[in-house]
């Protein structure tokens, strides 16, 4: 019994430890790159890293066009405000960019 709990643990440690990778890794994408993560402007399948509510987890991946919860990496605040994103995620799709 004792083995089976100790298995259980090792698998839960694995679990978060593989959670925490990705969403530093998120970040580390955007900063590695100079980049601000706007939200709100990647086409279907043209996002660069994992979905804020945790939808899916890699670049490439989001099914609907300019989810605000899906992100592409810009040069700058500035740059994100003029392609009509948020620097911050938001629910539903950008109604300000058009496809």
């Known amino acids: 019994m004792d083995r089976k709990f100790s298995t259980l643990g ?4 694995l ?6 990778s990705v969403l530093i890794s ?3 994408f955007a900063q590695a790159k100079g980049n601000v993560k706007c939200y709100g ?3 279907a399948g043209k ?5 804020a509510a945790g939808k899916h987890s890699c670049a490439g991946q989001t099914k609907v066009a300019f989810d ?7 040069a700058s605040a500035d ?3 003029q392609a ?3 620097t911050e995620p938001f629910k539903g799709m950008n109604p300000d960019v058009k496809s």
């Open 68 to 74: 605000g919860e899906d992100w592409k990496g810009v």
């Open 15 to 20: 679990a978060g430890a593989v959670a925490m």
């Open 79 to 81: 740059a994100c405000k």
């Open 41 to 43: 402007i990647s086409a």
């Open 47 to 51: 996002n660069d890293c994992a979905n």
């Open 84 to 86: 009509k994103g948020k």
């Open 26 to 28: 998120t970040d580390a």
């Open 10 to 13: 090792v698998a839960a440690a």
